[in-house]
């Protein structure tokens, strides 16, 4: 059984840094997406960063590359996010996802959601001006 468990959220001022975590359990495959999806308020949910596991590959949405980082810590099964120069617009509930097994790597289809099999129950950023 997969287990996705974010932590790490809160609220900071714009400019500031907040960093996500997520443990993972009960992913065997070789090579799968993980990823990090926001949900603002009325808006759908929207791809931030994506990763290759068992490559690694990365890919981001643009409105979040050069301030976000995405980062697999395989020996801890962790998925991480850091978030630096947030911005209020960045504020939304955030998911960690895993697929299943993916054979090849395509940037642009790790900020699908319908890519994703496993999702969390999100955790919440909040990022006043």
């Known amino acids: 059984q997969v287990e996705l468990v974010e932590s790490g959220g809160g609220s900071v001022q714009a400019g500031g840094s907040l960093r996500l975590s997520c443990a993972a359990s009960?992913?065997?495959?070789?090579?799968?997406?993980m990823g990090w999806f926001r949900q603002a308020p009325g808006k759908e949910r929207e791809g931030v960063a994506g990763c290759y596991v068992g490559g690694r590959s990365t890919y981001y949405a643009d409105s979040v590359e050069g301030r976000f980082t995405i980062s697999r810590d395989n020996a801890e099964n962790t998925l991480s996010l850091q978030m630096n120069s947030l911005k209020p617009e960045d504020t939304a509930m955030y998911y960690c996802a895993a697929s299943s097994q993916k054979t090849w790597w395509l940037p642009s289809r790790s900020m699908v959601k319908e890519e994703y099999n496993y999702w969390g129950q999100g955790t919440q950023v909040t990022v006043s001006s």
């Open positions: 009960g992913l065997t495959y070789r090579y799968y997406y």
